[in-house]
């Protein structure tokens, strides 16, 4: 554990990663994910009362203006409620998705699912890894299925951005195993988010990506006794092979999204807070985002 002055600092660090991400910690929870490793949470009390940036409500911290407690804990109370639901669905998408896409390499749940605020009329994040090569067709098939979940779970969770249109699984970023083994990109944000991480499919493949990215280790050293945060179900005996999509319908795919986009762009065009969180999203994911394109392809948006 480090302490004395230097514990402040990644107090604030670690604090300013999940409100950047529109959260507050608990005291516990910020102990476990806090940058540099894991602190007595009476030392971390203490640190935090002696700050004047800072705020404690008694559950949650945030830096002073930044806290919002009634949100925190309603989200904290839903996410015992509700989390086991997200779960299971998250567990059978994956088990659909890599059954249908053998090319898929990992699955992990992010967003409010991972972070402790699920709620129901939350969506539930994905992030995925898949081969090299196949990153668009994976999305397509990814986006397909997930209209099939709102259809299916629609009625119980899912985030209505368009009214009577649940939205129930969200692709947040689907990264290439090029990209991943090992990211070129490398920061606090990243590896939080890594940190954050629950496995649904293949730990195997998760544990191998953590082994070649030991750069996450000097953000938090805990992420190798965090990898337990594991929610994978036993691979499914039923899982084809098949061989790796076409350089063809890797293009066709690459294009349908490309359209998807400027028709969802479109359709917001009078909803200026979505766009501005669009736009959000797209810098935080960047190299990793739809329109940039992965190492040895040719070209970009189409």
């Known amino acids: 554990m480090i302490a004395g ?6 107090v604030r660090r670690t604090l300013a990663l999940a409100e950047g991400r529109e ?3 608990t005291l516990e929870r910020l102990s476990a994910l806090l940058m540099g490793g894991p602190a007595d949470v009476e030392a971390l009390r203490d640190t935090i009362l002696s700050d004047v940036g800072l705020e404690f409500d008694g559950t949650f911290v945030g830096h002073r203006g930044r806290l919002r407690t009634d949100k925190c804990a309603r989200r904290k109370e839903a996410n015992g409620k509700w989390l086991p639901v997200a779960l299971t669905i998250a567990q059978r998408f994956a088990r659909d998705y890599s059954r249908i896409c053998p090319q898929v390499k990992c699955v992990m749940l992010a967003g409010s699912a991972a972070s402790g605020g699920f709620c129901p009329d939350d969506d539930i994040d994905l992030n995925i890894v898949v081969g090299d090569g196949t990153k668009y067709t994976s999305y397509v098939a990814a986006l397909l299925l997930s209209l099939e979940y709102s259809l299916r779970y629609g009625n119980r969770i899912g985030a209505r951005y368009i009214p009577g249109v649940p939205k129930v699984i969200c692709i947040n970023v689907v990264w290439e195993e090029r990209q991943a083994i090992p990211f070129a990109r490398r920061d606090g944000q990243l590896a939080f988010e890594l940190l954050n991480s629950v496995v649904i ?3 195997a493949f998760y544990l191998r990506l953590l082994d070649a990215n030991a750069w996450v280790a000097d953000y938090f050293p805990q992420i190798s006794s965090a990898t337990v945060r594991n929610g994978a ?3 499914d005996p039923g899982r084809k092979t098949t061989a790796k999509p076409s350089r063809a319908m890797e293009s066709i795919s690459r294009r349908v ?3 998807l986009y400027d028709l969802v762009w479109g359709l917001r065009a009078r909803q200026p807070r979505l766009r501005e969180r669009m736009l959000l999203v797209e ?3 960047r190299p990793y985002g739809i329109f940039d394109v992965p190492p040895g392809d040719a070209g970009g948006r189409v």
């Open 201 to 203: 499919h293949d730990r």
């Open 23 to 25: 959260y507050n910690l």
């Open 283 to 285: 810098k935080v994911k």
């Open 257 to 259: 999204l490309f359209a």
């Open 233 to 235: 179900v036993p691979d």
């Open 5 to 10: 002055p230097g514990l402040g600092e990644r």
